[in-house]
């Protein structure tokens, strides 16, 4: 396991030290525009699945599906694709710098962009769906941003909420602090920023807060460092589906976590649908 770990760690880090000058560009106009919901047929799957759930009321929130390190937004996509289809108003939040630079910095840059949102759809309120570090920058935005008082519900896919000791193995196999990447060094276990952002409340204001994780993860070690304390819903996906085989980008495509979303951002009870595809 851990040998495993530490391929991955070195393949992540390989991928951050790439140059690669589309990565390092600021978020497109494309990302920043928010996207009309547009309905589609379902198939059959997935229409018994919204008859238990239903789909987005009216005047439901915006979502705003948030990236995460090197999450380039088209990457999105397809769980955007699936909260159109269950008639949302999506757009993609790609993070500054994708995700390189100081976690804080990219959550005041949220703050703007779901001003912004509100201000193009005229709602008092979003709902967050996060993803890796996105799930950070949207927590500290949350709590030290102002947006306890923007945000409806707040969901996070394998983000690490008390670090993953994949980053602080960076610097035991010789590639110094998270090879300079901020963001990295402050996803470590034991960060300042982890400090300041676990201090206190998990769950501040009247957001709901939902996150989802798998053991299948390669990034977030341990996996429970994905929960939250302070009332969180808190969904393995193991739990449920013992034989669902998930990793950590696949926490964006697979259908039993969507499902779970989908449940979420309903107000309806949790229960995974574990033959979703």
């Given at each position: 396991?851990l040998?495993?770990?530490?391929?991955?760690?070195?393949?992540?880090?390989?991928?951050?030290?790439?140059?690669?000058?589309?990565?390092?560009?600021e978020?497109?106009?494309?990302?920043?525009?928010?996207?009309?919901?547009?309905?589609?047929?379902?198939?059959n799957?997935?229409?018994a699945?919204?008859?238990?759930?239903?789909?987005?009321?009216?005047?439901?929130?915006?979502?705003?599906?948030?990236?995460?390190l090197i999450?380039?937004?088209?990457?999105?996509?397809?769980?955007a694709?699936?909260l159109?289809?269950?008639?949302?108003?999506?757009?993609?939040?790609?993070l500054?710098?994708?995700?390189f630079?100081?976690?804080?910095?990219s959550?005041?840059?949220?703050?703007?962009?779901?001003?912004?949102?509100?201000?193009?759809?005229?709602?008092?309120?979003?709902?967050?769906?996060?993803?890796?570090?996105?799930?950070?920058?949207s927590?500290?935005?949350?709590?030290?941003?102002?947006?306890?008082?923007?945000?409806?519900?707040y969901?996070?896919?394998?983000?690490p909420q008390?670090?993953?000791?994949?980053?602080?193995?960076?610097?035991?196999?010789?590639?110094?602090s998270?090879?300079?990447?901020?963001?990295?060094?402050?996803?470590?276990?034991?960060?300042?920023?982890?400090?300041?952002l676990?201090g206190?409340d998990?769950?501040?204001?009247?957001?709901?807060?939902?996150?989802?994780?798998?053991?299948?993860?390669?990034?977030?070690?341990?996996?429970?460092?994905?929960a939250?304390?302070?009332?969180?819903?808190?969904?393995?996906?193991q739990?449920?589906?013992p034989?669902?085989?998930?990793?950590?980008?696949?926490?964006v495509?697979?259908?039993?976590?969507?499902?779970?979303v989908?449940?979420?951002?309903?107000?309806?009870a949790?229960?995974?649908?574990c033959?979703?595809?």
């Open positions: 396991m040998l495993r770990t530490i391929l991955a760690a070195t393949t992540a880090v390989t991928a951050l030290l790439v140059p690669a000058t589309a990565a390092l560009a978020p497109t106009t494309e990302t920043a525009t928010t996207t009309t919901a547009t309905t589609t047929t379902a198939g799957g997935e229409a699945q919204a008859d238990a759930v239903g789909f987005a009321a009216a005047g439901a929130n915006p979502v705003v599906v948030v990236g995460g999450g380039i937004s088209i990457a999105y996509e397809p769980i694709a699936r159109r289809a269950d008639g949302y108003r999506v757009s993609i939040y790609q500054p710098n994708l995700g630079g100081d976690i804080r910095e959550a005041r840059a949220l703050s703007s962009y779901v001003d912004q949102v509100r201000a193009t759809t005229g709602a008092a309120k979003v709902d967050l769906v996060t993803h890796s570090e996105g799930g950070l920058v927590r500290w935005y949350v709590k030290f941003l102002g947006g306890a008082a923007k945000v409806g519900h969901v996070s896919l394998g983000s008390q670090g993953t000791y994949v980053a602080n193995i960076i610097s035991f196999l010789g590639l110094g998270c090879a300079g990447i901020v963001a990295c060094q402050q996803m470590s276990i034991g960060s300042s920023f982890l400090a300041d676990n206190g998990d769950t501040p204001g009247a957001v709901r807060w939902t996150t989802v994780r798998t053991w299948q993860d390669e990034l977030v070690r341990p996996v429970d460092n994905a939250l304390a302070d009332g969180a819903t808190n969904v393995l996906v739990a449920w589906c034989l669902r085989i998930v990793g950590h980008l696949g926490l495509l697979d259908g039993t976590t969507y499902s779970v989908r449940q979420v951002l309903a107000d309806a949790i229960r995974p649908n033959f979703a595809v």
